[in-house]
C-alpha cells in the first residue's frame, strides 16, 4: 500500500524558514514524478515544485522560484520541500503528490502558517 506522509509544517513569521519532508512507501518510486502541491483557504490546489525520484529536472512556480527548493532523498526514500523567505501568501495546506502514467497517490497534508 502506498503512502504518503507529510511532516515539518507549523506555524512561521513572515521571512522565516521552514523544511517539510514526504516519506514515501508501499512501492519503489524510482519512475515517479514527485511534486508538492499546496492549497490556502478558498483557493484551488495549486502546483508548487516538482522533481523526478531520481533528483533531477526540477520545476517551480513562479510565485516560489528562487525561494523554495526541492530536493530527493532516495536514502531515505523522503521528497523535502526547504522554504526560505516565507510570506503570508505562503500560507497554505501543503500536499505531497507521486504520479506515473494513471498511478496518482497523495499525503494527507500538513499545514502552513506565515504570520506577517
Known amino acids: 500500500q502506498v503512502q504518503l506522509v507529510e511532516s515539518g509544517g507549523g506555524l512561521v513569521q513572515a521571512g522565516g524558514s521552514l523544511r517539510l519532508s514526504c516519506a514515501a512507501s508501499g512501492r519503489t518510486f524510482s519512475s515517479y514524478r514527485m511534486r508538492w502541491h499546496r492549497q490556502a483557504p478558498g483557493k484551488e490546489r495549486e502546483f508548487v515544485a516538482g522533481i523526478d525520484w531520481s533528483g533531477g529536472s526540477t520545476a517551480y512556480a513562479d510565485s516560489v522560484k528562487g525561494r523554495f527548493t526541492i530536493s530527493t532523498d532516495t536514502a531515505k526514500n523522503t521528497v523535502d520541500l526547504q522554504m526560505n523567505s516565507l510570506k503570508p501568501e505562503d500560507t497554505a495546506i501543503y500536499y505531497c503528490?507521486?504520479?506515473?502514467?494513471?498511478?496518482?497517490?497523495w499525503g494527507q497534508g500538513t499545514q502552513v502558517t506565515v504570520s506577517s
Open positions: 503528490n507521486a504520479a506515473r502514467g494513471n498511478s496518482n497517490y
